[in-house]
């Protein structure tokens, strides 16, 4: 049988009851299969701790709660390996950042739009005329009433878009007279 300590049996017990990945994958990290497991299960301390984990576990009240004790689970266990695959020489630069940037939220160090607004589009115009300046600072709201419906035309392919009827000439050859 594996010689786990205290502490391996304790991380042994919160696997197995929260039951995330299969058991055969954490024995294997562990070092046991399933012989010892049994032998394990004879232990005091052992027995007690995983009735512990259950109790606590199956005592979260909704499932939303369960998801999200699961999901931080989750995230703790691949984390490590997420962050070594980062490092990896042949890892694309997209890829790090993105990582770069999920692990500054995670860690509270991330610069948050403190002032999301209402999603409008923004522009500001500055204006220098030497000692006076001008500063614009407007938002572009997008109001879909703020289109007429008149303006709109039917595209070739059938879908409607913005904008006026193309007018096209209408060229009409005539000889011209000898005069």
Known sequence: MADLDESDMIKLASELVKNIRPYKQVFADFG??????????????FVRV???????????ASTADRNKVKSMA????????????????????????????????VAGIAQENKNPGT???????TINLGADTEVYNKSIEINPNDVDPATLVEA????????????????????????
Do not use: C
């Open 32 to 45: 046991i299969d399933e012989n010892d497991y049994y032998e394990l299960e004879k232990n005091p301390f």
């Open 50 to 60: 995983k009735e512990h984990f259950t109790l606590e576990w199956n005592s979260i």
């Open 74 to 105: 989750g995230f703790e266990h691949l984390l490590p390996i997420a962050i070594r695959k980062a490092q990896a020489e042949d890892t694309p630069l997209a890829a790090t950042a993105g990582l770069m940037g999920t692990l500054a939220k």
């Open 119 to 125: 999603g409008a589009d923004r522009f500001i115009i």
């Open 156 to 179: 070739p392919n059938g879908k409607t878009k913005r904008g006026r009827p193309k007018k096209t000439a209408q060229l009409e050859l005539r000889p011209t007279g000898e005069g």
